[in-house]
Nanobody, 124 residues
Framework: VQLQASGGGLVQAGGSLRLSCAAS????????MGWFRQAPGKERELVAA????????RYGDSVKGRFTISRDNAKNTLSLQMNSLKPEDTAVYSC??????????????????WGQGTQVTVSS
């Protein structure tokens, strides 16, 4: 399985970025997907997750109302639209694919395939 994340960069506070994750190596539409982030000195945290159909989503409290996760199963692509960015959003963002297939929105951080991460830096 390969997960290739892109779209990170440097943006001013209040700005927007869109991250993408291209997946290959297994049937994309069978697995829940998620975006996680890790800032220096902090633990990795869930940013957003989506079930395999794209109909159910979940967000971390700190990004609710600002970020939107979506997927295109026809293109094997996961996206994260990030609006109203804050300096505290600065982190390495990684996409993840749950190893097990489920109809539920279930993503187990201990049992995922991971992409390489993309840096997001928000300046104040």
């Amino acid at each position: 399985v390969q997960l290739q994340a892109s779209g990170g960069g440097l943006v001013q506070a209040g700005g927007s970025l869109r991250l993408s994750c291209a997946a290959s190596g297994r049937t994309f539409s069978n697995y829940a997907m998620g975006w996680f982030r890790q800032a220096p000195g902090k633990e990795r945290e869930l940013v957003a997750a989506v079930d395999r159909s794209g109909s159910s989503t979940r967000y971390g409290d700190s990004v609710k109302g600002r970020f939107t996760i979506s997927r295109d199963n026809a293109k094997n692509t996961l996206s994260l639209q990030m609006n109203s960015l804050k300096p505290e959003d600065t982190a390495v963002y990684s996409c993840a694919m749950n190893r097990q297939s489920s109809t539920r929105l279930a993503i187990d951080v201990r049992n995922c395939f991971w992409g390489q991460g993309t840096q997001v830096t928000v300046s104040s």
